[in-house]
């Protein structure tokens, strides 16, 4: 792989998206059972990047011209930090100009254990691209701290430059852009329909160019997911579309009764959208996803039926190929005036939340576990995985879900310029009293189903 490389459209879309009081970052956490060494994590970081280098870049912003990744030769960062009273001190951003595009901290927990917090920059890889980079990081510290050699394969560098293509050449293109009109109603819809806001944000708004991270979990055991996995089969949709109709309902009650007081007000879900293909499975740590948007009002919520709604919904989605509209848009943007820069200069609400499902992870990596087992890094145990999804200026809360280990988890992410500890653990119960409320419902036998993966 050669250097510079340009940004893809959405790579830069990821770029310009950011502020400095809310920068385009998601966070991983994994929970050890353990103390890490800091010194063979830095090691195995150094040969993960080897691997994944669009992490160890620089973006370079040349006046008038396309964004690009350059290389630095800089090491990944790998910090302790100290624990704070209620959850993690404020974590520096990164910075995308000087790179690298990953950072790595150490936490000590209170009963022995430690987090890794893994921090990625948006524009440098999506979710599942940060799992490849972190899969390959477990493989080769297990490897390093036995003096041996990790069995996990190597990413395919070279296949970097076809990562914005999606598959389509220039016939598939073509064949593509028939089925794009229906996308345009969508366009039109996400222009037409006013977002809500789960709360105004407050005076004392966020840390310029850091973190202030704040989260609630909810986590299902192996039999609790099993009813989830009942429900979305017995309602004939899947566990994605069955998750995304309970938090619906849950923002309906959350967001402030005036928020709907204007005409077209609608709870927006924004949706990525995972764009690999099976010829992608060597891809390093990159960007291969796209965004969909579902809206519903409040009198479609109570209407009943959402989950089918959805559903219906994301088979046209996925039958007539929509998950490129937004990707198109974009490429289109790049070429107006203004750029992408200006298509993102409107900071106003795009949507009231975020959904991503990361599926089952580590489920590949040269360590991993069993189907329900925990895997081993040299002599710890990854315990638990949670995963904090990034929270754009007016959208105040994302849920991330993972599968591991046999425990379902969702990772509430909420803006503390806008929702404090108490108003996240309200949606949050109010979600898992959704859940549960489906689940109960029905006694259905137990039939193999996985959660989709998103991004």
Known sequence: MTFPLPLTPFEEYMLRDGTPSHPMEFFFRLSFDGPLDRGSLAVAAAEACRRHPLLACRIAVPPGRTPRFECTGKPVGVAGLAAAAGGLPAIPALAPDRGPLVRLCTVPRSDGGDDLLAQFHHAGCDGLGA????GDLCAILDATLACGRTRSEAPDPGSLRRRGRYGLDSWKLLRALPAQSRGLEGVWKFMRHRPVRLGPERATAGIEGAHRLQWADLAFGEDEARGLRNAALAA????????AAALLEALCDACPGPAFGRARSVVRLSIPMNM??????????????????????PEEVARGGLERSLHEEMHLIKTLGLGMTFLF?????????????RFVADRSTAATALFTNLGRVFSRTGVGPKRNGPLRVGPRRLVAVDTLAPLRRGTALAVAATEYAGTLRFTLRSDPAVLDVEATNAVRDAFARRLAGRAAAVPAPDTPAVMEACA
């Open 329 to 341: 848009t974009l490429a289109v943007a790049r070429h107006l005036p203004g750029g992408i820069g």
């Open 236 to 243: 004939g949709v899947s566990l994605n579309e069955l998750a």
């Open 131 to 134: 799992l490849a980079f972190l």
């Open 276 to 297: 690999r293909r099976p010829a992608d499975r060597r891809l390093p740590a990159a960007n291969v996803v796209s965004m969909v948007f579902l809206d519903r009002g």
